[in-house]
Structures are given as structure tokens and as C-alpha cells.
């Protein structure tokens, strides 16, 4: 199972692209990046899934390189509601969801006024 | 609302008693996953059902069992509570959706012990 590794705590300001970089170095063939965002005391929500290149959203971007060896989450123009721990995850996916689920520590996101 | 209903939202109980947290998924969701996560740690994966059948296990202690039934509905046991057991329990489900697999998480059961 890929092991990831995030920074534990970034911080900004409202306005400004947040770029977050995750680190998964024995990321397998069949294996997607997913990031997921949590707000305290409620569960994760999704927020962008990929396996190469760069894919785009209404919320966020993922930049992929060619060796899968690592992921950036791009945030552009954040917000104070921003303020949250994103989780980066490095999976299977089979029929109906993945083999495994598994959360990293999460980089812990907060954004100034 | 992600259409992961838990229940009950909050429990509180004593050490060295039983509970059972209750996961409805989404409709037609076939996976159900659970997760502690203890005051300001991350999310412990304990257990993958699909379709009824346990499909992944995670760092689930003994004192724990989970299963999922024929509704698709799941229940995670907590036995011989102890204090170190208060958490916030999380499911989720996930579909297959546009080319993206994505995971839906209820908004937690808080498991105080005392």
C-alpha cells in the first residue's frame, strides 16, 4: 500500500492560489490519487480524484507528473472557509470503490484574512 | 448532506460496556467503510464491507466487529469499552461516478466513554 506523505501545516491568505504537495514514492500501477477535505467534527468530503496528468474541477486542480512519484493539490484563490485539513490518498480502485481507504495525517490548511 | 445517515449521533457510556454504531449508505452504494478518529489525530481505517462481505480490514482491534447486511445497511460493535475509545466513528460509501470513484462519509457517531 502507497505510503503518502503531506506537509503537516501550510498556511495563507484569502486571495491566494495554495498549492499542497503530497509525496507517494511506491505509488502502484492501478493505484489513484484522491484528496479529500474535513472541516472539525465532520467527515471528509471529496474533493478531487486522478491518476495522470492534470485534472481540473470547479473547486480544485491536480497536477500529476509522469512518474506518479508525487501530487499537487492546487487551491486557487482560497478563502477563510478554506480553513481545513486535506487529506491525500493513494489507492486502488476496484468495482464500486477501492481495495482500501487508507488517511494519511492530512495537511492543515488555514487561511488569513 | 452526503446521504450517509449514522446514527446516534452522540453516545455516551461507561468502560467494559457494548455498543453498536449504525451506518445507513447511500442508495445503491455496495461499499461501506469504517473509521475512528480520535480528538486532533486522523482517520483510522478499521474495516471495507462490499456487498455484504469483508473486503479489507484495517487496524480494527479484536474488541471490535463489523458487519454489513443484505440492505446494505452496517453496524460496527464496540466491546469492553474503554476510555481510550472515545472517538468520533465515521462511515462511508462510495460509488463508481464519472469515471471517478468517490467515497461519501456520514457525519459521525461521538463515542465518549467514561
Known amino acids: 500500500l502507497a505510503k503518502t506523505t503531506q506537509p503537516i501545516s501550510m498556511d495563507s491568505y484569502e486571495g491566494q492560489e495554495v498549492n499542497i504537495t503530497c509525496s507517494h514514492n511506491?505509488?502502484?500501477?492501478?493505484?489513484?490519487i484522491t484528496w479529500y477535505q474535513q472541516f472539525p467534527s465532520q467527515g471528509p468530503r471529496f474533493i478531487i480524484q486522478?491518476?495522470?496528468t492534470k485534472v481540473t474541477n470547479e473547486v480544485a486542480s491536480l497536477f500529476i507528473p509522469a512518474d506518479r512519484k508525487s501530487s499537487t493539490l492546487s487551491l486557487p484563490r482560497v478563502s477563510l472557509s478554506d480553513t481545513a485539513v486535506y487529506y491525500c490518498?493513494?489507492?486502488?480502485?476496484?468495482?464500486?470503490?477501492?481495495?482500501?481507504?487508507?488517511f494519511g495525517a492530512g495537511t492543515r490548511l488555514a487561511v488569513h484574512p | 448532506d452526503s446521504g450517509v445517515t449514522q446514527t446516534p449521533k452522540h453516545l455516551i457510556t461507561a468502560t467494559g460496556q457494548r455498543v453498536t454504531l449504525r451506518c445507513s449508505p447511500r442508495?445503491?452504494?455496495?461499499?461501506v467503510y469504517w473509521y475512528q478518529q480520535s480528538l486532533d489525530q486522523g482517520l483510522q481505517f478499521l474495516i471495507h464491507?462490499?456487498?455484504?462481505?469483508?473486503?479489507a480490514k484495517g487496524n480494527i482491534l479484536e474488541r471490535f466487529s463489523a458487519q454489513q447486511f443484505p440492505d446494505l445497511h452496517s453496524e460496527l460493535n464496540l466491546s469492553s469499552l474503554e476510555l481510550g475509545d472515545s472517538a468520533l466513528y465515521f462511515c462511508?460509501?462510495?460509488?463508481?461516478?464519472?469515471?471517478?470513484?468517490?467515497?461519501?462519509f456520514g457525519q459521525g457517531t461521538r463515542l465518549t466513554v467514561v
Open positions: 462511508a460509501s462510495s460509488v463508481d461516478s464519472q469515471g471517478d470513484t468517490e467515497a461519501f
Open positions: 511506491n505509488i502502484a500501477t492501478n493505484d489513484y
Open positions: 486522478g491518476y495522470k
Open positions: 490518498l493513494v489507492g486502488e480502485r476496484i468495482s464500486g470503490g477501492y481495495n482500501k481507504l487508507i
Open positions: 442508495s445503491g452504494d455496495l461499499s
Open positions: 464491507y462490499y456487498n455484504g462481505e469483508e473486503r
